[in-house]
């Protein structure tokens, strides 16, 4: 009897040991893994400070990016290009939201060869959301007014006059990019989208019928949009009507 005591006790007693050694091990691993996030994400906040420019610009043009290595020269060329024969100062924020393909290589090349362009780079995929945030954040102490869009060129970049004639001569903080027709969208794509923005209203939730984040916002308006402390964003229900 005394024997198979000391039996079990010294299998729990190798048991407890392994188990510490797996739990300090993994206790290790997490902070080697986190020092590694924190290591990525320096760098990338330092390479960001490299080629961005602490000025005062009128205009900053807010386009978020995932996996977009397609969509950012065409970007970048089309506003770029009508920015510029507007002949005021402005720049163009892109975001990178954690892609996998060249996005963020693109980006980094053109704020390196153009100072109009600026890149930041979020250290993982967080959502379009929280990088047209991330934008408009980074944006909101050195311009009077941003305006958000997205980088696969379906919204009309000639709009931007309107909005920018409705901030300087109407005082308007806050212009909606409203898409007046869906003919280039598939009927599922179509079908969903408008059924999404009815689906919106009929839940009493305030929102602009075919509006996704196409907008301008004033300075004033971003200052006060950073008090939210929203979690789970919607950008779009947020932004006051």
């Known amino acids: 009897m005394f024997e198979f005591v000391k ?68 970007a970048a060329r089309t506003i770029g290009g009508l920015l510029a024969e507007a002949d005021i ?11 996998r393909d060249k996005t963020w290589e693109l980006i980094t090349g053109f704020a390196k060869e153009d100072e109009h362009f600026i890149g930041i780079s979020q250290s993982r995929n967080r959502g379009h959301q929280n990088a047209v945030l991330a934008g408009l954040m980074e944006a909101k102490d050195k311009c009077d007014i941003t305006i958000s869009i997205d980088c696969d060129g379906q919204d009309d970049i000639n709009a931007m006059d309107a909005m920018v004639d409705a ?22 794509k179509r079908f969903t989208a408008e059924s999404f923005y009815k689906l919106l209203n009929a839940m009493g ?37």
Do not use: Q
Not at 24 to 42: H, M, N, P, Q, R
Not at 222 to 234: I, Q, R, S, Y
């Open 89 to 99: 100062p402005y720049e163009l924020l892109f975001v990178n939201d954690g892609s």
């Open 167 to 188: 901030y300087v001569n109407d005082g308007c903080e806050v212009v909606y990019g409203v898409r007046s027709k869906r003919d280039t969208d598939t009927f599922f």
């Open 7 to 74: 039996c079990f006790y010294t299998v729990v007693g190798a048991l407890f040991v392994i188990y510490l050694l797996g739990y300090s091990t993994f206790l290790i691993a997490s902070v080697i893994a986190g020092s590694l996030d924190l290591y990525k994400e320096s760098n990338k906040r330092r390479y960001h400070n490299e080629i961005s420019h602490d000025y005062y610009v009128p205009v900053s043009i807010v386009v978020p990016a995932y996996n977009e290595e397609e969509s950012v020269p065409l």
């Open 205 to 241: 939730a305030e929102g602009v019928y075919n509006h996704a984040d196409y907008r301008l916002m004033s300075a004033r308006v971003l200052h006060e949009f950073a008090n939210f402390k929203e979690v789970n964003l919607f950008l779009r229900g947020m932004v006051p009507l």
